[in-house]
């Protein structure tokens, strides 16, 4: 049951850093780049830090 709470909480703020990220992204990248390059180099970049955040929760939780 710990485990499940741990993950919960990982879970919610790595929400949360998505939507702070997101919101940072919008204002400085999308008036940036009109292409919309910038975002779509923004989005794989929170994504590939999300599961690395993920990954490291995960070996965690096992360890404990």
Partial sequence: MKT????????????GLLVGFQAVQL???GVLSAS?????????????LLLLLAANS????RSA
């Fill in 58 to 61: 995960l070996s965690k939780a």
């Fill in 4 to 15: 499940f709470w741990h993950l919960l909480v990982v879970l919610l703020g790595a929400l």
């Fill in 36 to 48: 919309g390059a910038g975002r779509v180099a923004g989005s794989a970049l929170m994504a590939v």
């Fill in 27 to 29: 204002l400085f990248f």
